[in-house]
């Protein structure tokens, strides 16, 4: 259980990252161009972790990763931009809250992963809890930022899924870079088309640009993605629910939005539904495709090699080779393409 609060504690700094964004889009970022300002978010947070990854895609990854640029960073990002700037920080990050419910039955449609009862259960007290916090007189709901929302919502959650079931693949770390950089140049490129110049920036600008990027979208979407390969989908799901508590409560903190009484009830059935939610072991195992026996040396059960993804034969077994001094040990290529 140890080892599973582990993967949850790392999956929680992307929901944290994203709820700050919204406040942070909305108080210091431009307006008008939300095109440019998705691929100033996305393209170096890509070059970033690409010089980090070194690691290019092989086979059918070189087409899956522009199909997840496309989703997950080109739409999603411009979604994510428009609704921050027409809503306030704690409503836009409440329609997100939805996901849970929406990656369980993606996960069951797609993925045969069957949710616990437990967990739908977990899901619905946290669909009461956003209903509580949208639904204060102190939340503002506009129709066109809530579409946004919605529509960021759904298109991140197909890529998500996408995401778990193509696995095995490359390194978490050589996809995410991939798909930031696809989906950024993308970008630039209707960016360019539509909006014009860049828009002018100083210093709080590019401060701000840098949290998005380097915060909110590199390390956010390498520990993420680290959660969709260790975690089954609906607890991943409903550790995405801490999006709205962080929108929230950064919105009171920061930009003085109203918290009402029944603000705080659903927050508090929120936090309750990601602990009533929780993992267990067998779960984990399950939706890493692995057996009974704990992964080895970090490597991600299930996972193949580069070449074994480039040619569609599995990566060879490692073979046993005695030694002259002690017991065998093992050699043969590894997996995961780390």
């Known amino acids: 259980m140890e080892g599973n ?17 919204y406040y942070v889009t909305r108080e210091f970022l431009p307006a008008g161009q939300p095109l440019w300002g998705a691929a100033l978010r996305a393209l170096p947070a890509g070059c970033l972790l690409l010089a980090i990854a070194r690691e290019r895609p092989r086979g059918a990854w070189w ?36 996901s849970p419910l929406v990656l369980m039955l993606g996960a069951w449609a797609l993925l045969a992963e069957r949710p616990r009862g437990a967990q739908l259960v977990a899901a619905a007290v946290g669909l009461g809890g956003v209903a509580l916090m949208l ?13 946004a929302s919605v529509a960021a919502l759904l298109v991140s959650a197909a890529g998500f899924l996408l995401s778990k079931r193509w696995d095995p693949g490359p390194s978490v770390l050589s996809v995410t870079a991939w798909q930031l950089t696809f989906g950024g140049l993308i970008l630039v490129a209707f960016a360019a088309a539509t909006e014009g110049a860049p828009p002018s920036t100083g210093p709080t600008a590019l401060a701000a640009y840098a949290y998005t990027s380097v915060i909110a979208t590199a390390l956010a979407f390498v520990a993420w993605f680290t959660g969709l390969r260790r975690l089954p989908a609906a607890t991943v799901g409903l550790v995405g629910l801490l999006n709205p508590v962080t929108g929230v409560l950064l919105g009171v903190t920061m930009a003085g939005d109203a918290l009402t009484a029944p603000q705080t009830t659903g927050m508090a059935l929120v936090l309750a539904a990601v602990l009533g939610g929780r993992t267990t072991g067998r779960d984990v195992r399950r939706a890493a495709g692995s057996s009974d026996a704990p992964p080895v040396d970090g490597a ?19 073979t046993p080779t005695p030694t002259a001094t002690g017991p065998a040990t093992a050699t043969g290529p590894t997996g995961g393409g780390r």
């Open 63 to 98: 087409g899956r990763s522009a199909v997840l640029g496309l989703l997950n960073t080109s739409a999603f990002f411009v979604l994510v931009y428009v609704a921050s700037q027409m809503l306030p920080t704690s409503t836009a990050s409440m329609v997100m809250a939805l």
């Open 5 to 21: 609060l582990r993967w949850i504690a790392l999956t929680a700094v992307a929901p944290v990252a994203w709820g700050a964004n």
């Open 135 to 147: 639904g204060g007189p102190g939340a503002e709901v506009r129709p066109v930022g809530v579409l």
């Open 300 to 318: 991600v059960p299930g996972d193949r090699s580069p070449q074994s993804i480039a040619t569609g034969t599995p990566t060879p077994t490692p």
